[in-house]
């Protein structure tokens, strides 16, 4: 285990900081949420990825909703792409997200545009918000077309299967 040197008191709340230094190395920003547990006499934080643990039946239905409509959908944490279906998966997949979706995502509102790292290409963001907490978003991509309704319907119910799973 790597040892940083830094020491820091608890206060009368059993509260600790955590040095900027150690959050911007992790990626936690604030509201993110860390897993605490023990290991023998050492107590862990680790982040905690919520979004991560959605099922392959789940993966599926996306991958058939993704073929039906001609849509690439994305489905992200709050710092990069954890799944990916359509033509541009493979250019999403596993990458950083745009700090236009990051916006998105911190603001809790879907967001629409037509322009996405560099590309000319109709996007949709919408949040996953969960108990307060924005922990990521689903994306749905177009290249050909807009947008429309019926692909925002989709979407929400995307999304509400995702929080409802989450949740569990």
């Not at 359509?86 to 879907?110: T, V």
């Not at 949040?127 to 994306?139: E, H, K, L, Q, Y």
Request: charged share 30%.
């Amino acid at each position: 285990m790597e040892t940083t040197g830094i020491i820091r008191r608890v206060d009368s709340l059993g509260r600790i900081v955590i040095p900027k230094e150690l959050r911007k190395s992790l990626r936690i920003k604030s509201g993110e949420c860390l897993e605490i547990f023990l290991d023998n006499d050492k107590i862990i934080l680790r982040k905690k990825d919520l979004i991560n643990g959605y099922s392959d039946s789940l993966e599926q239905l996306i991958d058939i909703i993704s073929k039906a409509t001609n849509t690439s959908i994305l489905i992200t944490d709050t710092d990069k792409t954890l799944f990916a279906s359509g033509s541009l998966s493979i250019k999403y997949l596993y990458k950083p997200i745009d700090d236009s979706i990051y916006n998105a995502i911190i603001k809790r509102k879907r967001q629409k545009d037509n322009f996405i790292s560099g590309n000319n290409l109709e996007y949709i963001v919408q949040p996953i918000i969960i108990n307060g907490d924005a922990i990521g978003s689903v994306i749905f991509i177009k290249e050909e077309s807009e947008i429309g309704e019926v692909e925002e319907k989709i979407m929400d119910i995307i999304v509400n299967l995702l929080i409802r799973h989450i949740e569990i």
